[in-house]
Every structure is written in structure tokens, then in C-alpha cells.
């Protein structure tokens, strides 16, 4: 048995289990059970949390007393009923990886207990894609955040059946538009069934001199600019407001299933999402499910933002920000015959 440490707890959030859960369950609380849709591109009706067929979550992973709030929109979206089974795909922050990494540990530690992984799951993942996967090295599981932080959401969320809930942690390397297809290809029949819940985990925009990231656009009708050095301010909208436009280009392109146009809009603006890889693998999951079907389409795939926040609003080019996205991604129900 090798126990994955919850090596972030007392430093990214708190290492006390009854404070942890306080925290959690006020955060889910303040969730109001009827949410509007963030960055649509047409105007679209509230929708009422949880649902059914939810298949996936898009969620933040920076220190809970930053992101937590926002993280609970994500979580908040999920009916558990028939879930066994969670995948994390998560970005790598320290290792750089071409492919994707299984972890190599058989328990997740967190606060709250433990959550057991899926070696056979992953085992019958690494039969079908022989040569694919990597493995990650107990230390280098341990390093990254990507991942843990988003396990006391998921024990929280599922602790009334924990015993029976698996964990499927992959740590997402830089692949290339071709290998997130491949890689979304080989989890595509995880993603159909009922029993998996995908989440993913990512931030969205980081921003400021310390990211090496000052993108600004004064306004649609011009181009885009960086700021520093003797231009320091904004000219036209804020600069949180810029950034704001531009985190919600990317989430209107991934609402929209829109596996190239997401690369492309990243190839265009360099936005710093850190989990940009773990994404473009979902939206390679979908499209090899549904080809050619745009999201939003009636009897189709819906994905979904509901929250969106920035850890501080930018007024200066010596400020710094991290905005924090929380989405779902909704199958089609199916009906239930009645015998």
C-alpha cells in the first residue's frame, strides 16, 4: 500500500479536518441553487444546481481561501447518483511531460480520510494505450497541487458513499493538439458511462510582471498590447475588465466544444491557462463522442461556466491577478423505461 501524503494541507488549505469541512460546507452553502450562465455567448436561461448527466467539472486549484468559493459552483453542479468512479486530470507544474502520467499510489490521503485509487482502472487503461502513458514517481505526485487540491471537494462531495468512490489521478503533460485528441480518444468511453465524473482542474488567466503576462486590450477594435516598462496603466477599460474579455473568449470557445478554435485562440493571446492541456484532453473526449456536434446544440453536450472570479482586480501593470473559472459539462439524459 503506498498513501499519497496530503502534503499541501496546513499551507494551500487547512490541515484540521473539522475546520476544513466548516469551510467547505459554508462555500457550498452560499451557492444559490438557481445560477447564471458566465460568458455566453447568446443570452441563455439560469440553470438549477445539481444536475443530472453532469459528466465533467472545470474547477480552480489555487489555495482554497482564494478559489474555494468559486470551486463550489463546480462541485455544487453534481448529482452523485451512480457515480463510482473520478478521474482528476490535472496540469504538471514542476516536471515537464510530453505525454500523460498515472499516479503510482494506491490510497489518497486528505484531511478529511482517504479516498482509494483505481489501479485497475488505470491497468486497463495503460493495455489500451500501451507505450502512451508515463508514470509519475510518489515525490513528484506529492510536488504537485493540480490534483490535491481539488480531493477535499471530492470526499466532501461524495462522503456519504467515499468507501465506494475510486480516484483515477492523471497528470497532464505539454501535449500537442494531436495528442490531445489521442489522449481524449483513449478516456472517451470513461467520459460516455454514467458511473465517471471528470474533473478538471485549472485556473485561468495569470496575470502581472511576476507571470511574465501583461496582456491588455484598450478595446475590441484594437489590438492587443503588453504592458510595462514606461506604459504602466490602462487607457481605455480596466485592466481586470481586459482580462476579464479575455478569460471569457476562452471559456465562450471551450463552451463551444471548440477543440481547435481553443487551441487557436491560445495560440493568438498566450493566455496563461495553466490547465489549457487537461481541457483541450476533454474537449478531444467529446468530439471523439459526439463528431462534428457544436456545443449547444438541442441533444447534445453542454458545457457550461457558471462562476468566474479574479483573486484581485488589476489597476496598474505592477499589480498581479489569478481569475478562477468553475464550469460543468452536461450529457443528454437518457429516459428510463418503465417495464
Known amino acids: ?39 455566453a455567448s447568446d ?26 468559493a468559486t470551486a463550489a459552483y463546480a462541485y455544487k453542479s453534481i448529482n452523485t447518483s451512480g457515480i463510482r468512479r473520478v478521474f482528476i486530470l490535472g496540469p504538471s507544474h514542476h516536471v515537464f511531460l510530453r505525454r500523460c502520467a ?4 494506491t490510497e489518497y490521503e486528505t484531511p478529511l480520510g482517504r479516498i482509494q485509487v483505481d489501479r485497475e482502472a488505470i491497468s486497463e487503461l495503460q493495455c489500451k494505450g500501451q507505450g502512451a502513458w ?18 477535499p471537494y471530492i470526499y466532501k462531495t461524495f462522503e456519504h458513499c467515499i468507501d465506494d468512490i475510486r480516484l483515477v489521478p492523471i497528470l497532464v503533460g505539454n501535449l500537442s493538439f494531436e495528442r490531445e485528441q ?4 483513449l478516456l472517451a468511453e470513461y467520459l460516455e458511462s454514467e458511473e465517471n465524473l471528470f474533473v478538471i482542474s485549472s485556473d ?20 492587443a498590447v503588453e504592458l510595462g516598462g514606461r506604459r504602466k496603466g490602462a487607457q481605455g477599460r480596466p485592466i481586470w475588465k481586459s482580462i476579464e474579455r479575455l478569460d471569457f473568449d476562452g471559456m465562450r470557445a471551450i463552451s463551444r466544444l471548440d477543440h481547435a478554435g481553443f487551441r487557436q485562440y491560445l495560440d ?12 483541450g484532453v476533454l474537449l478531444g473526449a467529446i468530439s471523439h463522442l459526439f463528431p462534428g456536434h457544436p456545443g449547444g446544440a438541442d441533444n447534445g453536450p453542454q458545457l457550461q461556466f457558471v462562476k468566474y472570479a479574479q483573486s484581485s482586480q488589476v489597476a496598474d ?9 468553475s464550469a460543468y459539462l452536461q450529457f443528454p439524459v437518457k429516459e428510463k423505461r418503465i417495464r
Open 1 to 39: 500500500m503506498t498513501v499519497r501524503r496530503a502534503s499541501h494541507a496546513g499551507s494551500w488549505y487547512a490541515d484540521d479536518a473539522e475546520v476544513l469541512d466548516e469551510e467547505l460546507e459554508s462555500w457550498l452553502e452560499a451557492v444559490p441553487a438557481t445560477v447564471d450562465i458566465v460568458a
Open 43 to 68: 443570452e441563455a436561461a439560469p440553470v438549477t444546481l445539481p444536475m443530472d448527466g453532469v459528466r465533467a467539472i472545470i474547477g480552480p486549484h489555487a489555495g482554497l481561501s482564494y478559489s474555494g
Open 102 to 105: 498515472f499516479s503510482q499510489c
Open 134 to 151: 508515463e508514470s509519475m514517481g510518489v515525490l513528484v505526485d506529492e510536488d504537485e497541487h493540480s490534483l490535491e487540491m481539488h480531493l
Open 182 to 185: 489521442a489522449f481524449g480518444a
Open 204 to 223: 485561468f488567466c495569470h496575470w502581472g510582471s511576476r507571470f511574465r503576462y501583461t496582456w491588455y486590450r484598450e478595446s475590441d477594435d484594437v489590438r
Open 268 to 279: 493568438q493571446t498566450e493566455n496563461t491557462i495553466c490547465g489549457r492541456h487537461p481541457i
Open 317 to 325: 501593470a505592477s499589480d498581479s491577478s489569478v481569475s478562477y473559472a
